[in-house]
């Protein structure tokens, strides 16, 4: 059986789904960016240097929709954005694991219990250094 790509809003909602709650756009944003780069998941997003390390606009904007459309709750409080899957988006990603398959849903679920322990700051220096390697061997460019 071949397996087949899926798109990236759907795994960012079982990425959600195994992360639960993120605190800020910024590790979430440095989160995707190191299971995409670091550990293969098969994100396809395109992340640019920025001022707190990879940026994707396009990551942003499949949050907001996901969060508009309530599959994650987003809650503002004072300058940080809090995301939390939601009981939809619970449900969805239970019926996206057959599709995305047992030994991929693992492989993430794993990838992202690893990354729970690091704290925004090390994400960030993590996935700079990360950025700047590609950077430096041309492969983003």
């Not at 899926?6 to 605190?23: M, S, W």
């Not at 240097?49 to 969060?67: E, K, R, T, V």
Request: glycine share 4%; aromatic share 14%.
């Amino acid at each position: 059986m071949s397996l087949r790509k899926i798109p990236n809003i759907k795994l960012l909602i079982l990425t959600a789904n195994y992360f639960g709650r993120v605190e800020g756009r910024k590790h979430f944003q440095k989160a995707v960016f190191l299971l995409q780069e670091q550990f293969k998941i098969e994100f396809d997003y395109h992340f640019i240097p920025y001022l707190y390390g990879p940026y994707s606009s396009q990551l942003q904007n499949d949050l907001d929709i996901l969060a508009r459309t309530g599959y994650l709750k987003a809650t503002k409080v004072g300058y940080l954005f809090f995301y939390e899957i939601t009981k939809l988006g619970q449900e969805i990603a239970s019926k996206l694991k057959e599709e995305y398959g047992k030994e991929r849903c693992e492989n993430l679920e794993k990838q992202v219990n690893n990354l729970k322990d690091f704290s925004t700051q090390e994400l960030v220096d993590w996935s700079k250094k990360l950025m700047s390697e590609k950077v430096k061997d041309n492969i983003f460019w």
